[in-house]
Structure formats: structure tokens, C-alpha cells
Antibody
Framework: QVQLQQSGPGLVKPSETLSLTCTVS????????WAWIRQPPGRGLEWIGH???????YYNSSLKSRVTISVDTSKKQFSLRLRSVTAADTAVYYC?????????????WGQGSLVTVSS | QSVLTQPPSASGTPGQRVTISCSGS????????VYWYQHLPGTAPKLLIY???QRPSGVPDRISGSKSGTSASLAISGLRSEDEADYYC????????????FGGGTKVTVL
């Protein structure tokens, strides 16, 4: 049973880079692809992007110029970097896993990380 | 403005049936499977429905999903207090280079 544990700072200054890591346990990293999803305060869920164990990535077009998702299969970790953050990037950030086979949803999810952008 | 349209709220008394709609287009719901998530405050979202109408193990059969054309719906029968939560539909959108899109979410209140 795959489990995800998120880590990273909860406060980031404007114009700096948000960095979060998700550690995978209990499963094979190459049976899934790995996603980041966020929820700004009072708003709905927003897909940020996802990565395959091969390194192939897909990004939300609205964030593509600022986002990098990477994977370290040896450490069973994947990471999110969001550059040049503003207050609009304040959100709860979730990592999530999705079975590569078409037809399966995001399951499981990490515990969520509230990241506040403020000076 | 979400690509998928959901009503902002829905409500019912215990035991009633509540239905939540999710409207999309040919590039998303019309072409791909729909997923539904339940989100309780302070917790991670939980997958309720995959592949339009399939329930993961542990999800009760009073929860059901359906899809027709470019719309989908989630039904909760025998409404219970623990069903009070936000519900989101999600689907892969084939437009441009592809992306996952979520509905705006529906807050279900148990009266």
C-alpha cells in the first residue's frame, strides 16, 4: 500500500522559490505517476503537474513557466519547485499518486502542506 | 473559472438522496473517464469514484457515479452527517498538450 509523506517549509518570501518534497513508501515507484495539486484558501483544487519515473512531465499551462517537478527514484522521492512566488501561490499543496494505467484516479494523497507566501 | 462546472452547494436531510452534477465538454468528459473526490476540511481528498462509476474498496454502495455525453453526476443516497464535505469532479482534458482539470467543488450540507 503506497503512502506519501510531504515535507518542506511552510513560509516562503515573495519572489523566492517554493520547494516541497514527497517521499513514497510501501510501493513501486514505477507503477505510478506522481502529481502535485494545490488548493488556495477558499478555492477549489488545482492540478499543478505530474511526472513519470522516466522523468517525463506534464504541467498546468498557467504555471508552466515557473514550475519544475522532479523525481529521484533511488530515494523514492519527487519534488516541486515553484519559482517567483506571490501571495496568489499561498495554498495547501498536496502530492498524490496515480496508477499509470488509464482509468485510475489520484490515490493516495499526501497529508497536505500549507505554504504561505509572505514577507 | 473552472473548465468543469459544478453547483456550489447542495443539501439534504439525513436519509435523503443528493445529486451533484459536473458539466464539461467534448475534450474532457466527452472523451475520458470522470473521477470524484470527497474533501473534508483539514484532510487530504479521498477518491470516491473512478472510471465514471467504479468505487474503490471501502467506499459504500450508497455512493454512485454516472456519465452521459459531456456531463457526469455523483449521487449520495441515505445521506449521513459524515457526508458533509466538499466534492470535486476531475477529468483529463485532451486540449492543448493535455491537463487534469477539476470542477469548482460542491459543498454538501446535511440539514
Amino acid at each position: 500500500q503506497v503512502q506519501l509523506q510531504q515535507s518542506g517549509p511552510g513560509l516562503v518570501k515573495p519572489s523566492e522559490t517554493l520547494s516541497l518534497t514527497c517521499t513514497v513508501s510501501g510501493g513501486s515507484i514505477n507503477s505510478y505517476y506522481w502529481a502535485w495539486i494545490r488548493q488556495p484558501p477558499g478555492r477549489g483544487l488545482e492540478w499543478i503537474g505530474h511526472i513519470y519515473d522516466s522523468g517525463i512531465t506534464y504541467y498546468n499551462s498557467s504555471l508552466k513557466s515557473r514550475v519544475t517537478i522532479s523525481v529521484d527514484t533511488s530515494k523514492k522521492q519527487f519534488s516541486l519547485r515553484l519559482r517567483s512566488v506571490t501571495a496568489a501561490d499561498t495554498a495547501v499543496y498536496y502530492c498524490a499518486a496515480k496508477v499509470v494505467t488509464v482509468g485510475y484516479g489520484f490515490d493516495p494523497w499526501g497529508q497536505g502542506s500549507l505554504v504561505t507566501v509572505s514577507s | 473559472q473552472s473548465v468543469l462546472t459544478q453547483p456550489p452547494s447542495a443539501s439534504g436531510t439525513p436519509g435523503q438522496r443528493v445529486t451533484i452534477s459536473c458539466s464539461g465538454s467534448s475534450s474532457n468528459i466527452g472523451s475520458n473517464s470522470v473521477y470524484w473526490y470527497q474533501h473534508l476540511p483539514g484532510t487530504a481528498p479521498k477518491l470516491l469514484i473512478y472510471r465514471n462509476n467504479q468505487r474503490p474498496s471501502g467506499v459504500p454502495d450508497r455512493i454512485s457515479g454516472s456519465k452521459s455525453g459531456t456531463s457526469a453526476s455523483l449521487a449520495i443516497s441515505g445521506l449521513r452527517s459524515e457526508d458533509e464535505a466538499d466534492y470535486y469532479c476531475a477529468v483529463w482534458d485532451d486540449s492543448l498538450s493535455g491537463s487534469w482539470v477539476f470542477g469548482g467543488g460542491t459543498k454538501v450540507t446535511v440539514l
